[in-house]
Structures are given as structure tokens and as C-alpha cells.
């Protein structure tokens, strides 16, 4: 249970909105539906993209409108969303989930007019437009971004029908995933007694392998238990997906999410191509592990175990102040700015980290654009992943607060990108946790948990990316059954790691369990983690390179992740082709130089 003095456990939400209990909460629900059926009605008669005065004034005035009601729309969804997260069994937060998601057609109405309004100009028209106005030249990249997504949509009636069936549809199995996990709970033992817990509660960190064991299959069987539904859900959105794709003539399943990423195929390429010539050398850490903790070949509930070492006080449990003070401190000495964020963020309660049932499992940074303000949703348990966990979600938090001043249009990222700025934050903080360990059993454990990162987003990460490759080429022919969905993760596990793991070891329903899989706004959910891991650690590898300059020069990267394609991003600001792979190899250095460091302690005989 997380337990804290000097911060503060519990985000603070009242001063973003009313409670939606009240009547003044209903009230700005019902304004906003208004402002947005009024938006949606005025987008059928945009005017012509050109630079004359008369339309230029019309779209900027539209845009200026456009730009308040998205930024109502994700406030008021996010405010929602985190009120459900923490309160999983509340009907009226789950109301009103429904009630939003209702409104997406609307949105969707005014996001296709819009577009297809951008692609119907010519070049030569959307050049004289965008200079006819200063706020339209400063919006550029956006106009032309969204110009290009207009190559993701169906004829306008067709587009139409498709947002209207979608919030009974796709999203609906979305919301029916959210609902039927949030409520499932896993009994397991504590002090002679069964108790049900929500899956987040349920670790596979125990020092005790018996612990390990237990909680892994009553977690697995508990999970088992709702695979038929979930693979109806999952089922369904990816039916949908794969409709959608084929109407739109899609080279396959990919394109979409690669243009959702704003990067080229030739990059996802390089770096998937990359990582499997290379992670091999994750066997030799996982063979060290597998020595430290008595073991011929560990299980998938022995990734996560903490090392039995010696000067690394592997039972004290890590409080919620001393991370606090860790994560603020670490950042501080990369950047001041960065330090003062992270205290300020702490300090004026936008975290939500209490260890309490009916929460919803994970963890997610969101941003009110508005207000200026991020909130943090995660579950901390006293443990250095949870240290970890909270520096992941405070980098993606900066990231927003970097890009504040911005015209709100240029303050939206890509999730590869995002997913850059949090684990960047871990690398900060773990490279400054092992610079400070002050005995090798403690670097040991340090390192362990940098590995243990590599195994996830190099191995298990890939793993999800093989099972929806797999299944989304099967899903062509039709549904397939839990069963088949567990043989496919399956073969997808034992390719990902290589083997490595024992045979009784492996988590065939591990997609049951996964999240990520069931979120509808967005395909292919997983790969931009091992992206973001990797582009973080081959910038932090490039900070001897720009010496006192490398903060200034990540805070550009920030900034250019919301007016710039994925490459151009990382070209402009540090002079790097990603899709090539020698900025990967910098990358992969980081990790295999660990994994040697790691090894030669074992080697060296300091388990104890």
C-alpha cells in the first residue's frame, strides 16, 4: 500500500471541471454538444481554399472556433476518463463515457469537412492560402498534415455512416473491454486469507517465488475466464479496422497506423530489422538472471523478480516520498526546468497513485490544454518499477508542458514520439540511479531493471507486434477463436525471445490481459513503445556529443515533435537518419554495454 508523508497520494480533479454528479457539470456537457452540433452544421459550407480575403477570414475565424471546441472535447473526455480510471464500477462515469463517445460522429463530421475541404485544393491554392493569413502560415504543418489524412477516408456520406455506427461499434467493444476488466478481480492469499483484488494489484515482483508463482496463474486463470468475450471484442475492432482499410484500397494493416505516427515504413523497418539482429545479446542477460535467482531458465514470472543480492536490501520498500524525491532530484540534474516541473506537478496534485481495488489497471498522463495542466493516473506499489512507472508518465507530462505556448494545433504529437519524452525520463533517472548505487549489489539491482526494460520493449514488446501482424493477416478469413488468438501469442512469445524462456514459461493469453490491444482510437498500439524506448536512449547516447547544448537540444526535439513529420523531427534537431541503422546500433550499444557490465558482476560472484 503506498504511504506518504511530505506528497501528496491523490490527484486533485475538482478544480478542472464540476463533479459530474452536479448540475453544473450537465450543463457544460449540454453547452458543449450545442457549440459542437453548431460547428458540425457550419462545416458543410466551408469556404473554397484560396487566398482570398473574404474565405481566408471565414477559415480563420472557423479554425479559431475549431481550435476551442477540440480542446473542450479532449478536456472534458479526459476529465471523464480519469474519473472512471480511479473509480472503475461507477455507472455514471461510465454514462457519460458513453455520452461522449457518442458525440465522436460530430467530431468525426467536422474532422472529414475539414479534410476533405484541404484536399480538394490545389497546390497552388493551398500555397496562396496559408500565406494569405499569419495564424494560417503559423498552423502550416497542421493544415498540410491534416490535408494528407484525407488520403485515410471514405466518400464524405460513407465516412459519415461509418463515425455513426463506430460509438455502437468498434468503440463499444473498446468501452464493453474497459468495463468487463476493470470489474474482474483476482483472489490470492494474504496472511491465511483469500482476497479478490483488481489484476493491478496482483504483482509478479515478489522476492518470493512461490509468491511469483501463485499470483501468476491465479491472475492467468482469472483473465482465462473472460478470453471468449474478449476475443469477441477483439474480433470486432480489428473487423472493423480491416473493413475500413479494404473500402480505402490500404497496402495492408500498417499504413494506417504508420501515418497515425507520422513516420515511413522504411523506419519502422530499420528499426525492427535492427533490433532483431541485435537482441540476442538480451540472452546473455537473461542466462545471468536466470543464475542469480537458482535457475536453469527462467519463466515469464521470473522476469520481473528482483535479484536475491547482497548490499541491495532487496525487502526495504521504496516509499512514494523517497521516489518522489529520486525522480525530482534526477531530473534536476539534467535540467533545472525538468527538476522544478516534476516538483511542481507532484507538489499541486496532479498524481493519482494510491493502491486501492476498483481502480483500472495501468497507467496514463493526460493533458487539459486549457487549463495548462497534466494528470497522472498509475497504481504505486514500493517498488523501484513504480519509481520507474512514475518518471515514465511525469516525461510524457513535460513534454506537454514544453509544448504549452504553442498554438494548440502544433501542441499534438504522435504517439511514437510521446512515447520518446517518458522514456527518456526513465533513462534519466535510472542512469542517474546507477551513477549514485553505492554497492554492487544495489548496481546489480540497477541494472537488472534497465534490462529488464530492454526485455520488455525489445522482446515483449516485439511479441505484440508479431501477434497483431499474425492475427490481422488471419483475421482476413474471418473471426478467430481464444484459442487460436493463445496459439499465436504463443508463437509470437517463443520468436520474441528467442526460446529463451522455459517451457512451462510462456503467457499464450497474455492478450487477454493487454490493454493495448483494446483501445479503438488508435491501431497498432504497441510498436511506438519500442520506438520511443529506443529513439530515448539513442538521444541520451548523444549527449556527449552536444555536451552543455544537450538539453537545449532535447527541449527542440520536444517542440519539434508537434510541426514535424517523425524523421524530420530527429534530422533537424540532432542530425540523425532513422531510416537507416546506424542511429538504432547507438541504441542497442547503450543496452549490450549494460548487459556486459551486468554480466561480469555476476560473473564476479556478487549474488548473494
Given at each position: 500500500?503506498?504511504?506518504?508523508?511530505?506528497?501528496?497520494?491523490?490527484?486533485?480533479?475538482?478544480?478542472?471541471?464540476?463533479?459530474?454528479?452536479?448540475?453544473?457539470?450537465?450543463?457544460?456537457?449540454?453547452?458543449?454538444?450545442?457549440?459542437?452540433?453548431?460547428?458540425?452544421?457550419?462545416?458543410?459550407?466551408?469556404?473554397?481554399?484560396?487566398?482570398?480575403?473574404?474565405?481566408v477570414a471565414g477559415w480563420v475565424d472557423f479554425l479559431q472556433i475549431y481550435e476551442s471546441i477540440?480542446?473542450?472535447?479532449?478536456?472534458?473526455?479526459?476529465?471523464?476518463?480519469?474519473?472512471?480510471?480511479?473509480?472503475?464500477?461507477?455507472?455514471?462515469?461510465?454514462?457519460?463515457?458513453?455520452?461522449?463517445?457518442?458525440?465522436?460522429?460530430?467530431r468525426e463530421q467536422i474532422a472529414t469537412n475539414f479534410e476533405f475541404a484541404l484536399r480538394d485544393a490545389d497546390a497552388e491554392e493551398f500555397a496562396a492560402f496559408v500565406k494569405a493569413d499569419e495564424k494560417l502560415e503559423a498552423i502550416e504543418f497542421y493544415l498540410r498534415d491534416r490535408q494528407r489524412n484525407a488520403e485515410m477516408r471514405l466518400p464524405k456520406e460513407q465516412e459519415s455512416l461509418a463515425a455513426d455506427l463506430a460509438v455502437d461499434g468498434i468503440h463499444a467493444w473498446g468501452r464493453l473491454y474497459d468495463r468487463i476488466s476493470g470489474s474482474l478481480r483476482v483472489p490470492v492469499m494474504e496472511r491465511g486469507e483469500i482476497v479478490q483484488k483488481s489484476p493491478g494489484q496482483v504483482p509478479l515482483d515478489s522476492p518470493q517465488r512461490a509468491v511469483r508463482e501463485n499470483n501468476f496463474f491465479a491472475a492467468a486463470k482469472a483473465w482465462s475466464s473472460i478470453a471468449d468475450s474478449c476475443a469477441d471484442a477483439l474480433n470486432h475492432i480489428s473487423g472493423t479496422r480491416l473493413t475500413l482499410y479494404r473500402k480505402l484500397g490500404l497496402r495492408?494493416?500498417?499504413?494506417?497506423?504508420?501515418?497515425?505516427?507520422?513516420?515511413?515504413?522504411?523506419?519502422?523497418?530499420?528499426?525492427?530489422?535492427?533490433?532483431?539482429?541485435?537482441?540476442?545479446?538480451?540472452?546473455?542477460y537473461l542466462a545471468a538472471k536466470s543464475k542469480c535467482l537458482g535457475r536453469d531458465t527462467l519463466t515469464w514470472y521470473d522476469l520481473q523478480a528482483p535479484l536475491p543480492v547482497t548490499g541491495a536490501s532487496p525487502s526495504a520498500e521504496l516509499s512514494y516520498d523517497a521516489a518522489c524525491t529520486q525522480v525530482i532530484e534526477s531530473f534536476s540534474r539534467f535540467s533545472p526546468e525538468f527538476g522544478e516541473f516534476a516538483r511542481s506537478a507532484i507538489e499541486q496534485r496532479w498524481i493519482e497513485v494510491e493502491d486501492r481495488p476498483g481502480k483500472r489497471q495501468g497507467g496514463f498522463c493526460t493533458w487539459f490544454p486549457q487549463k495548462q495542466e497534466s494528470r497522472i493516473f498509475m497504481t504505486y506499489t514500493n517498488t523501484p518499477d513504480s519509481m520507474s512507472t512514475l518518471a515514465h508518465e511525469l516525461g510524457h507530462a513535460y513534454h506537454s508542458h514544453v509544448l504549452k505556448d504553442r498554438p494548440m494545433f502544433l501542441q499534438q504529437y504522435p504517439m511514437n514520439l510521446a512515447e520518446t519524452a517518458s522514456t527518456f525520463a526513465e533513462a534519466v533517472l535510472g542512469e542517474r540511479r546507477l551513477e549514485t548505487a553505492q554497492t554492487t549489489g544495489e548496481k546489480m539491482t540497477i541494472l537488472d531493471g534497465m534490462l529488464g526494460d530492454a526485455a520488455t520493449y525489445l522482446m515483449n514488446i516485439h511479441a505484440r507486434f508479431l501477434f497483431e501482424d499474425a492475427f490481422h493477416t488471419e483475421r482476413h478469413d474471418g473471426e478467430l477463436s481464444a484459442e487460436r488468438l493463445s496459439e499465436l501469442?504463443?508463437?509470437?512469445?517463443?520468436?520474441?525471445?528467442?526460446?529463451?524462456?522455459?517451457?512451462?514459461?510462456?503467457?499464450?493469453?497474455?492478450?487477454?490481459?493487454?490493454?493495448?490491444?483494446?483501445?479503438?482510437?488508435?491501431?497498432?498500439?504497441?510498436?511506438?513503445?519500442?520506438?520511443?524506448?529506443?529513439?530515448?536512449?539513442?538521444?541520451?547516447?548523444?549527449?556527449?556529443?552536444?555536451?552543455?547544448?544537450?538539453?537545449?537540444?532535447?527541449?527542440?526535439l520536444l517542440i519539434a515533435t508537434g510541426c514535424q513529420d517523425t524523421e524530420q523531427a530527429v534530422e533537424s534537431t540532432?542530425?540523425?537518419?532513422?531510416?537507416?541503422?546506424?542511429?538504432?546500433?547507438?541504441?542497442?550499444?547503450?543496452?549490450e554495454q549494460r548487459v556486459e557490465q551486468f554480466a561480469a558482476l555476476v560473473a564476479s560472484g556478487a549474488s548473494g
Open positions: 500500500m503506498a504511504v506518504s508523508d511530505a506528497f501528496p497520494l491523490n490527484w486533485e480533479l475538482d478544480t478542472l471541471l464540476p463533479h459530474p454528479d452536479s448540475d453544473a457539470f450537465r450543463e457544460v456537457c449540454s453547452a458543449f454538444r450545442r457549440e459542437l452540433t453548431d460547428l458540425a452544421e457550419r462545416s458543410e459550407s466551408l469556404p473554397e481554399i484560396d487566398g482570398q480575403p473574404k474565405n477540440t480542446a473542450r472535447a479532449i478536456e472534458l473526455t479526459d476529465f471523464i476518463g480519469c474519473r472512471a480510471a480511479a473509480d472503475a464500477q461507477n455507472k455514471l462515469f461510465q454514462k457519460y463515457e458513453a455520452h461522449l463517445s457518442s458525440l465522436e460522429p460530430l495492408d494493416h500498417l499504413e494506417s497506423p504508420l501515418r497515425h505516427n507520422r513516420m515511413r515504413r522504411e523506419t519502422l523497418d530499420a528499426m525492427w530489422n535492427t533490433v532483431v539482429a541485435r537482441k540476442s545479446c538480451l540472452l546473455k501469442m504463443l508463437a509470437a512469445q517463443k520468436e520474441s525471445f528467442q526460446q529463451a524462456l522455459d517451457d512451462d514459461g510462456w503467457y499464450e493469453n497474455f492478450w487477454v490481459s493487454k490493454l493495448h490491444f483494446y483501445i479503438t482510437e488508435l491501431p497498432f498500439y504497441n510498436f511506438p513503445y519500442t520506438f520511443g524506448y529506443l529513439l530515448s536512449l539513442g538521444v541520451y547516447a548523444l549527449a556527449d556529443e552536444f555536451g552543455s547544448e544537450f538539453p537545449a537540444r532535447y527541449r527542440q540532432l542530425g540523425y537518419d532513422l531510416s537507416g541503422p546506424e542511429f538504432w546500433n547507438k541504441s542497442l550499444d547503450v543496452i
